[in-house]
């Protein structure tokens, strides 16, 4: 194996947060050189609290964390907190005790824009909450894009169903604005929509073999994933958890997991369908010019080996 690919998690931790976070601190393909963090699970003051302690957790107080933004790109404040899904705390409401770190001076965009340009081409952001801290970045420095190696997202909901509402999905729905604006800023993207983590389930069985083992990531998670149980129970009707963001961060680890498409998505900034993604194929050619004309591509996850996966998850933090 070569040099481990250099990664930034920008994460609003939450539950499955946790799990991808852990995952890539157990993941010799990745080197985790940062957490970012924002608001969506918890609001942006909590994620900081909540990334610092995962670190503490995993005794990797070396990596910095880098607190985003409190707003959306517009300035808008209200925002939507999923802390019905996550615990009012982020983390299955366990109480833990605050952290003894503090995040870095820098601001989670400025975060970024160095570490671009330190190693160019060369470091992967994982993007698992809203998008605002990378459209920041890119507002910061318009060419992180063409800096950044690649930046793969959690987010979107392609050809199916939302799951804040039946168009859109969480992440996106977060801050469309920035969503539109990352989407068509050039970089190398790849977005992992709910249509693929929606085949990724931790069914019950899987929890109690983490239960089971020694792992001290898979006993810590076992800890806070009964809210997240419960929310899956009343919302889906299913005795297991999507693993949203520990799928979209082996996209990093292991991208042979994935098939992916190529096309150029935008998203809805308005309307009852505020944060749909739209994803054109480029294979028919409009009479009209349209708002996807011109767009730079990006690809898409289409499809996913889920129970290599799960295998693969299960494998490392069992290991922990
Ligand atoms: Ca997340």
Redesign the pocket.
Known sequence: MGEPKKIIID??P?I??AMAIFLALQSPEVEVIGLTTIY??VYTTLATRNALHLLEVAGRTDIPVAEGSHVTLMKGTKLRIADFVHGTDGLGNQNFPPPKGKSIEESAAAFLVRHANSYPGKVTVVA??PLTNIALAIQLDPKFPKKIGQIII?GGAFAVNGNVNPSTEA?IFGDPDAADFVFTSGADILAVGINVTHQVVLTDADRYKLAQSKGKFAQYLCKILDVYFSYHHDAYNIKGVYLH?PTTLIAAVNPSLLTYTTGVVRVQTSGITRGLTIFYNTKKRFAEVTEWCDKPTVKVAVTVDAPAVVDLIMERLINS
């Open positions: 994460t609003d939450g499955d947060d969506g699970n698992l909450g959690l992440n963001d």
